[in-house]
């Protein structure tokens, strides 16, 4: 997704009334890395200081409701983008070329855009948290789907499948069960192979699992450099390399297919009625309580701890979140912009149009008009932490390049995210506590809350 077209902008915004009285609010929107926002920032507090908007209720039916149009939405255009994704790869698998495998990666990079700014619904949301795993599980041991490397090693103790390389084998013994693969199908992957065994490395579905067959391994270590798998390993006849490529199209189009047809699941939830939103119109100070449970959870244990912390701790670029594609850094910021969108009540869709309307930002407001400035410019600051990373990654040098041992500029430039998610989780409770909110507790990690048991 391109940059917000409001980066670096004073705007003034109309919402539609939410009580007699129409809001009006001076909001400053800062995706832009590497603006400086003192002045707005500044000019954003007096606004709130000189308005009525601190004195003005609130509806919540109308806020909840924009909190679950904003997840249809983006569920919707995810649904959109792998539908994109779907018709690349059909492309790429009916005639194999250079040009076809690097659509299908384009496809695969823009449909991360809008998934990754629906995680903040994951938590708190059970119904979302009981399907995620379904689509983007990760890490993975990527032997059980394909050919590896042999640096990469054989069968382990807590994976005995983890070479299985189901692509290669037609039939195959798991869990003490003969397994006829001939057929690779979105039933095969979702019912006999996924998390096989119990063991969750085993993901043998969703964005991950698809992006490894799209990239292949990738063999760079801390240096430059995504996977690259050749363009023949889904040609036809002699011109095939590394053998079974009929089999690699037909998982890669499974997997595909099983991730359209979950987005389509997901996205039917959200609509007026839908089991994700009928709960939360049902009690709308649960709802509340949820949508700061997925901010802080997200911004805390998952993002701050999992996937940016625990890398830098190991200095492992296996614990990068889009390691195969080293996309890393878009994942991580539009993680970030989700969190933000929750709290501004605001989603800009693929096709440019905004969804929008009455948010936490004016719940906040209403009872502590300096906490939603506080909160406002706290996630300002963290999206300009990601946001130097992605600049950085997009110029050369690469999330994996950052994780590498001694890399003091990689370190910095990681922990300005981490430091900037913890510090709006600090705010996010403060904001809990200021509502009189019920969230569940927030997600933590070792990481952050036991370092030393990392290492153990």
């Known amino acids: 997704m391109p940059a917000s077209p409001y980066a670096g902008k004073l705007i003034l915004t109309k919402y539609p009334p939410c009580h007699a009285a129409t809001l009006t609010k001076l909001r ?102 009981d399907w995620e795993g379904r689509v983007n599980s990760w890490p993975l041991d990527e032997g059980l789907i394909d050919y590896v490397d042999a640096a990469y090693g054989g069968p382990a103790d807590e994976n005995e499948a983890a070479v299985l390389n189901v692509i290669a084998n037609p039939s195959f013994t798991l869990s003490g069960t003969r397994i006829d693969a001939i057929q690779i199908t979105p039933a095969l992957l979702e019912e006999s192979l996924h998390e096989a065994d119990g063991v969750e490395a085993n993901v043998a579905t969703g964005y991950h699992a698809i992006e490894f067959l799209l990239w292949g391994q990738d063999l760079n270590g801390s240096a430059y450099g995504a996977g690259n798998r050749a363009w023949t390993d889904f040609a036809k006849g002699d011109v095939c390399s590394n053998d079974n490529c009929d089999r690699r199209g037909d998982y890669l189009k499974a997997a595909v297919d099983l991730l359209v047809s979950d987005l389509d699941w997901m996205a039917a939830q959200w609509v007026e009625g839908g089991a994700a939103r009928a709960p939360l119109t049902a009690d709308e100070d649960a709802a509340i309580s949820t949508m700061l449970t997925g901010m802080g959870s997200l911004s805390y244990g998952e993002q701050a701890g999992e996937r940016m912390r625990l890398g830098l701790m190991l200095n492992d670029p296996e614990e990068e979140h889009d390691c195969f594609s080293d996309n890393t850094h878009n994942s991580h910021y539009y993680d970030g912009l989700g969190v933000q969108n929750v709290y501004l009540g605001e989603y800009v869709r693929l096709d440019g149009s905004l969804v929008s309307g009455p948010s936490l930002s004016d719940l906040v407001a209403s009872s502590d008009a300096a906490l939603d400035v506080e909160m406002q410019t706290k996630l300002s600051t963290t999206m300009r932490a990601l946001g130097r990373i992605k600049s950085a990654a997009e110029a050369g040098f690469s999330y994996d390049m950052m994780l590498e041992r001694g890399n003091a500029g990689g370190e910095m430039l990681i922990m300005g995210g981490v430091d900037g998610l913890i510090d709006q989780t600090r705010t996010i409770e403060r904001i809990v506590s200021t509502l009189g909110a019920n969230p569940a507790a927030f997600e933590g990690s070792d990481s952050l809350d036991n370092p030393g048991a990392v290492f153990e």
């Open 28 to 129: 400053y929107k800062d995706t832009d890395p590497m603006t400086n926002s003192t002045l707005a920032t500044s000019l954003f507090a007096l606004s709130l200081t000189t308005t009525a908007l601190a004195d003005a209720p609130v509806a919540k039916t109308a806020l909840v409701a924009n909190y679950a149009n904003i997840a249809e939405a983006a569920y919707g255009d995810s649904l959109i983008a792998a539908q994109r994704l779907q018709a690349a790869v059909g492309t790429l698998i009916d005639n194999p070329s250079a040009e076809a495998l690097q659509a299908a990666k384009s496809a695969w990079l823009a449909a991360r855009v809008p998934y990754q700014q629906t995680e903040v619904f994951r938590f708190g949301n059970a119904i979302v948290d």
